[in-house]
């Protein structure tokens, strides 16, 4: 059985920093391109930051310069460390992993870990 499980949000003050950290289990972890994605209340759930499979890494333009994804294969971990912190960062962050299998492409998705930037 598949599982990704989010773990290190919470409340943070403006400037502040967080790293996410989400651990796959039940998966070839290296094999997936794997992402974090956010979703704001009333908003459409948008991509954060991917990083395939072999490192290579793309960030929305909102957080580029202040997130960074990382990923640990030997621990089958992805992490996304967040720095300068704003309140329009405020989402229930969901990380992903995706591998690109025809016909049917494999998509898992986490259950979420919210983040709350507010002083």
């Known amino acids: 059985q598949v599982q990704l499980v989010e773990s290190g949000g919470g409340l943070v003050q403006p400037g502040g920093s967080l790293r996410l950290s989400c651990a796959a289990h039940?998966?070839?972890?290296?094999?997936?391109?794997m992402g974090w994605y956010r979703q704001a209340p009333g908003k459409q759930r948008e991509l954060v930051a991917i990083?395939?499979?072999?490192?290579?890494?793309n960030y929305a333009d909102s957080v580029k310069g202040r997130f960074t994804i990382s990923r640990d294969n030997a621990e089958n971990t992805v992490y996304l460390q967040m720095n300068s912190l704003k309140p329009e960062d405020t989402a229930v962050y969901l990380c992903?992993?995706?591998?690109?299998?025809?016909?049917?492409?494999?998509?898992?998705w986490g259950q979420g870990t919210q983040v709350t930037v507010s002083s």
């Open positions: 039940g998966i070839i972890f290296s094999i997936y391109d």
């Open positions: 990083i395939t499979n072999g490192g290579s890494t």
């Open positions: 992903n992993a995706y591998y690109k299998l025809w016909p049917r492409p494999h998509d898992y």
